[in-house]
């Protein structure tokens, strides 16, 4: 059986459609993620995205009795079975850490969304998990505006868990560029606010080098702009998460992409603390 390391993040490698497992080196320990995107579906094209055979749409119908089965069945093995034995995870990596909804795709495209961060929650606090581990929920937030994915966002509440909410351009060139949405800053600016009324929500920004034009000076102050108006608007972010490319793009932009230095990170990250933000930078 192959080692599970930080670098292998194979979603097959325990043969499950919606459950799969991530040694973090970052949370240092295991991550479970959740898949609703088997289908490789997402509403946006990120150019950095790692998804192999992207392709543009939404979750297809869960079948919810294998998701619950799948769960039960891996947290079985890591609670009482042999898995970290099986995939020789190092012994100071054998703690669950979270369970991420986290696929190949945007999931709150899922039709019954809120089911199944129900169904989710309610297993893994069967099972003991919950409250002990972080229940996440990782997302592009391009869809928060939509009532079914409020009520996944009040139930992921109520388990204590948490959004992060992925802005990686505050303008409207760069979203186009970066993500390939046509959503507006001002939308999104407006679903993350619903967002942090929700539950407490976390913002996740991938910055990178396109065509060796760097972190642009308009980039950044529309980026400080951005948060002025969250702060200035009393809206309570919990952490801004930094973080650049760190594996291969799967998309046609790939020889384009460069990651950008820790040094221009935390350059950066400084600027966004004397807002007063808490902010973290992960390489
Ligand atoms: S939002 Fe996530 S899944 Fe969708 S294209 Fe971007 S990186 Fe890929």
């Not at 991420?100 to 709150?108: D, L, M, Q, Y």
């Not at 001002?186 to 920004?205: I, R």
Request: proline content about 3%.
């Amino acid at each position: 059986m192959s080692k599970l390391t930080t670098t292998n993040h194979c979603s097959d490698v325990v043969g499950l459609k919606y459950v799969y497992p991530v040694i973090s080196r970052r949370m240092g320990g295991l991550s479970i993620g959740i898949n609703f995107n088997p289908n490789n579906a997402c509403n946006w094209r990120c150019i950095y995205c790692q998804i192999e055979n992207l392709k543009i749409g939404a979750a297809p119908v869960m079948d919810f009795t294998l998701l619950e089965d799948e769960l039960r069945f891996f947290l079985d093995d890591v609670l009482t079975g042999d898995f970290y034995e099986r995939f020789h995870v190092d012994v100071d990596k054998r703690v669950i850490k979270d369970i991420a909804i986290a696929g190949n795709g945007e999931p709150t495209s899922l039709k019954e969304f809120a089911r199944a961060v129900e169904l989710i929650g309610k297993v893994a606090t069967e099972k003991g998990v919950f409250p002990y581990c972080h229940y996440v929920l990782i997302t592009n937030g391009s869809l928060v505006h939509l009532p079914k994915v409020q009520d996944g966002l009040k139930i992921l509440s109520a388990y204590g868990g948490e959004v992060w909410f992925k802005v990686d351009s505050a303008t409207e060139e760069g979203r186009s560029l970066i993500n390939n949405t046509a959503q507006s800053c001002k939308a999104s600016l407006k679903n993350l606010m619903l967002s942090v009324s929700l539950c407490q929500t976390k913002l996740q920004s991938c910055f990178l080098d396109y065509d060796n034009r760097g972190l642009t000076d308009r980039e950044k102050d529309s980026y400080l702009d951005l948060l002025r108006d969250i702060k200035n608007a009393g809206c309570k972010l919990q952490q801004i998460m930094l973080y650049t490319i760190a594996r291969p793009s799967q998309q046609p932009e790939a020889r384009l992409l460069k990651p950008l230095s820790v040094e221009i990170l935390n350059a950066f990250a400084n600027e966004i603390k004397l807002l007063g933000f808490d902010v973290s930078v992960n390489i």
